[in-house]
């Protein structure tokens, strides 16, 4: 019998400090956007996916807040029925 696909979940947390080269912009209700960023900052995020994928892990959704960030991760796992 084919074993089914299912999947596992992780969600991390990431403060602020962890991105200061990544110039995002959020008012006082939260609300963020990125700016004009040049490309170099974007290395750290880089990084963070880069270190996720190497687990098996890709990213489902990643939430920016004034505070930092939340991602949301995912990866097969392998089920025998």
Known sequence: MKPKKWFEYEITKHPLKEFQDLAFFCSETGECRL???PGDQF??????????GKKGLELVQIFF???GAVAIWKRKIKKEQ
């Open 65 to 67: 807040g004034k505070d």
């Open 35 to 37: 700016g004009e960023v």
């Open 43 to 52: 290395q750290t995020l880089k990084n963070v996916l880069n270190l996720r």
